[in-house]
């Protein structure tokens, strides 16, 4: 069976769309399910095909795949606008759902935080800073992005970060931002601006509980490493 083949030719079983029904949606590949997400591929390519090409360029790394643009998606042969707006779509729901999954949570713990906010900053190629908060049994309140920047760095204001956790009654707050370049140790600037946060919602009676650094697929804790 050639892979430039349309879908349609193919065995029933071999069908992405009729091996879901048939075997459950566990069974697909990720290949497989872009591949009905994509619906079509073109001339000399099947839908599957180009699902391969597409994966193959994150290194079958989804979390990357979602940070692509419609541009950088439509760059693909056989991707057109109305399919690379279908995919991101798709991608953010998942995202969202994950997220959902443990917003209800205690965030208690490193790894809670991480599971809920890390799939939002892995993978970004710029610097993001956002702010946890949570009510007295450190449940969610909100979680907001307090600030966006370049490539390496980002601009924090303590005082927006302050007056938004008085108008939402929250006790605690967990500090979260990304490090493009996949370091995870804190610089001395984020040690300093930790410090900063401490001091001054001590001042209004709410605790800085932790700080993650997230790279890639991980992260660093303030908390964990003793450093709050």
């Given at each position: ?45 099947s839908a599957l095909g180009l699902s391969k090409r597409i ?174």
């Open positions: 069976m050639s892979p430039n083949l349309p879908i349609k030719s193919w065995a029933a079983e071999d069908r992405p769309r009729e091996k879901l029904i048939q075997q459950g949606k566990q069974s697909l590949t990720n290949a497989e399910l872009l591949a009905i997400l994509i619906r079509t591929g073109h001339q000399s390519e994966l193959s360029s994150v290194d079958g790394e989804l979390s990357r795949l979602s940070q692509f643009s419609v541009e950088e998606l439509c760059a693909f042969k056989g991707m057109g606008k109305a399919k690379a707006i279908g995919l991101l779509a798709a991608l953010e729901l998942s995202k969202r759902q994950k997220s959902q999954l443990v917003s209800s949570e205690t965030m208690n713990s490193s790894i809670t935080v991480f599971s809920y906010i890390g799939p939002r900053l892995s993978s970004l190629p710029h610097e993001e800073f956002w702010v946890i908060y949570l009510n007295q049994a450190h449940r969610l309140l909100a979680c907001e992005q307090l600030s966006r920047g370049g490539i390496s760095q980002t601009t924090v204001d303590v005082r927006i970060a302050l007056k938004r956790a008085l108008t939402l009654q929250a006790v605690a707050m967990i500090l979260v931002h990304n490090h493009p370049s996949g370091n995870l140790q804190p610089s001395l600037a984020d040690k300093n601006l930790t410090a900063k946060f401490v001091k001054a919602a001590l001042n209004i009676d709410i605790s800085v509980i932790d700080h993650l650094i997230v790279a890639e697929n991980t992260y660093f804790s303030f908390a964990d490493q003793g450093i709050l």
